[in-house]
């Protein structure tokens, strides 16, 4: 029994040696195109004030959405885009890349070598860019919840960061899921495009959405992206049941199984191209 | 890459002599006059061709606008649920900046039926990647304009995204038919439809102009991103331009073409713009069209001066 701790132990380590050496990787490509690396970071800034003003629009003309209020729905999206950008930071461009790497035939060189394929196709690359941004969520987030007057301790704080992480992992799990279907198809771009979609849908008040209907139940037990903000900050506004944190636990832990699947099913699939 | 990048297009060569009949020399000035109309019929025929190409070549990409369709009813369902919920909130017969549930409904259906038959899709893009891969060396050589040529693909595009969205857009219009209002009156529908073509016209020119940018930057996205960013919520993309404060709403249509992107003919639909305002609005998107034009013109003359022709 030492022994095989001893190994796990050992993998562990292994592979925090591995993530340390893309990280430094990913490091040195951003400062290669400064520039560009700073422009991305308007165009997320950009694209979020838009989000914000269109709330603050919406709030001229009504008191609530539901039962939400204004500063309320702002650390909602303050809330959706953090996780977002974590995502954005760790897997997005990852699993954008997928498909390329299956058409081109690259893949070959990531199965051969001896980690695991797809802790390394998922972690290949950071882009920085996110935390920058992320750190901008925050901020608002902060502002937000100054204006909600929001009585915080440092358990509630450390519970909304785990919530926040499952949210990224059911972020991850469904669009690395989607990616695979580019081991079907060559023309998977269009799906990959439309998971843009659903993080529009994870800025949105559950409760803009009548219970039980379609569209609700849809993004709740299905692809469960309602979840993934409105659980969060529903425990920093003190409205959560503890039902919903269950909910948002075992949707995550299925979307994992699921793509880990999917994943499976689809990488017996590969021929590799041009070789 | 779209395969007539690759051969180049194949376009009937206009300067080639035209066979006429012979005919009797009294006829001949008449039939000059008549050689010069067909002349001017050979050079509009090759850019017909131009359309038929874009045509083919966007209809194997069919799959992707049908997903593309598809996956934008997810957040325009979200959006009608949102107002939805926000009118039950106010009480039966409420109205938000003078839009009843109907309107509001109405007006992101027609914004996604606008948005079908004039957003750029790819174009500016492509035109980017045109130059800085050298493609349009060819084009200063072929009697062609590659500003016409590229809107004749814009158009082919927007004709196929058309037949392709037509039915899944009559589907959520005919689900919603009891709050979709149509049309107040058939000169309307037609001033309608005017503005939706100036429309289409305003938004490929500024796109034509952004993607000459490639000229001098390697990377352009990150500029269309940001513009994209704003046409989203200044156009009318995410709400009506009605519900801004008063002085934000002047300030947008008097000073940018964001609202001549979409807010007007939408607004002309549902007759929230009439009489002299709508005069002004009308000749207003037209001097942009104008103006993007022009831009457009100015920005490809600068840049093929510096244009260095890389791999082509």
Same mark, same amino acid.
């Given at each position: 029994m030492d022994a095989r701790q001893c190994s796990v132990g050992n993998r562990g380590r292994r592979y925090l040696v591995i993530y340390a050496a893309l990280l430094k990787n990913s490091v040195i490509r951003e400062m290669m195109f400064k520039g560009n690396f700073l422009l991305w970071i308007v165009v997320e800034v950009a694209w979020f004030a838009m989000q914000l003003g269109f709330i603050s629009v919406l709030y001229l003309h009504t008191e609530a959405i539901g039962t939400w209020t204004k500063w309320q729905v702002v650390l909602l999206i303050g809330a959706s885009h953090f996780i977002q950008q974590m995502y954005q930071t760790f897997f997005l461009v990852n699993c954008l890349n997928l498909s390329e790497l299956v058409r081109s035939g690259k893949l070959d060189f990531l199965l051969m070598l001896p980690v695991n394929t797809r802790f390394l196709l998922s972690l290949r690359q950071l882009d920085l860019g996110g935390l920058v941004n992320a750190a901008f969520a925050v901020a608002v987030m902060v502002y937000a919840a100054g204006k909600l007057e929001l009585a915080l301790t440092w358990s509630r704080l450390l519970v909304f960061l785990g919530l926040c992480g499952l949210g990224v992992g059911i972020h991850y799990c469904l669009m690395f899921t989607l990616a695979t279907v580019s081991f079907w198809t060559v023309r998977a771009q269009g799906i990959v495009h439309g998971y843009y979609n659903l993080f529009n849908i994870a800025r949105m008040p559950d409760e803009a959405f009548a219970r039980g209907s379609v569209f609700r139940s849809v993004f709740t037990f299905?692809?469960? %992206?309602?979840?993934?903000?409105?659980?969060? %900050?529903? *425990?920093?506004?003190?409205?959560?049941?503890?039902?919903? %944190?269950? #909910?948002?636990?075992?949707?995550?832990?299925?979307?994992? #199984?699921?793509?880990?699947?999917?994943?499976?099913?689809?990488?017996?699939?590969?021929?590799?191209?041009?070789s | 890459m779209p395969a007539i990048w690759v051969n180049g297009p194949v376009m009937p060569d206009s300067r080639r002599p035209i066979r006429l009949e012979p005919r009797p020399a009294a006829r001949a000035a008449a039939n000059g006059r008549e050689a010069g109309r067909r002349r001017g019929w050979l050079r509009m025929r090759k850019y017909w061709q131009v359309i038929g190409i874009g045509v083919q070549n966007h209809l194997t990409y069919r799959f992707n606008f049908l997903a593309r369709t598809l996956f934008d009813f997810i957040p325009l369902t979200a959006l009608l649920l949102l107002w939805r919920t926000i009118y039950a909130g106010k009480g039966a017969d409420a109205t938000v900046a003078t839009f009843t549930l109907a309107q509001m409904t109405t007006y992101y259906l027609v914004v996604a039926v606008v948005d079908v038959l004039t957003a750029v899709n790819d174009d500016d893009w492509q035109i980017a990647a045109d130059i800085k891969d050298g493609n349009i060396s060819q084009f200063l050589l072929k009697p062609i304009d590659y500003l016409w040529f590229r809107l004749c693909l814009f158009l082919a595009g927007r004709a196929v995204y058309l037949t392709v969205a037509a039915l899944p857009i009559a589907a959520v219009i005919l689900l919603l038919h009891q709050y979709f209002i149509l049309p107040?009156?058939?000169?309307?529908?037609?001033?309608?439809?005017?503005?939706?073509?100036?429309?289409?016209?305003?938004? /490929?020119?500024?796109?034509?102009?952004?993607?000459?940018?490639? /000229?001098?930057?390697?990377?352009?996205?990150?500029?269309?991103?940001?513009?994209?960013? #704003?046409?989203?919520?200044?156009?009318?993309?995410?709400?009506? #331009? @009605?519900? *801004?404060? @008063?002085? %934000?709403?002047?300030?947008?249509?008097?000073?940018?073409? /964001?609202?001549?992107?979409l807010y007007l003919p939408v607004a002309i639909y549902l007759e929230k713009i009439s009489g002299r305002e709508l005069v002004t609005g009308l000749l207003m998107q037209a001097a942009w069209v104008l103006v993007s034009y022009l831009l457009a013109r100015l920005a490809w003359r600068r840049g093929i001066k510096k244009y260095a022709a890389a791999g082509g």
């Open positions: 299905v692809l469960p %992206v309602l979840l993934i903000s409105n659980v969060p %900050v529903r *425990l920093l506004t003190e409205r959560l049941t503890p039902a919903s %944190v269950w #909910l948002l636990a075992g949707m995550t832990l299925i979307c994992a #199984l699921g793509s880990e699947w999917v994943w499976r099913l689809s990488v017996r699939r590969y021929t590799s191209a041009s | 107040a009156s058939f000169g309307g529908f037609l001033l309608f439809l005017l503005s939706v073509a100036l429309t289409a016209l305003l938004q /490929f020119f500024l796109s034509y102009t952004m993607a000459m940018l490639a /000229f001098w930057l390697m990377e352009i996205s990150t500029f269309v991103f940001i513009l994209y960013a #704003l046409e989203y919520i200044a156009s009318g993309h995410m709400f009506p #331009l @009605d519900i *801004l404060p @008063d002085p %934000v709403r002047f300030g947008l249509m008097n000073l940018t073409p /964001f609202p001549y992107q």
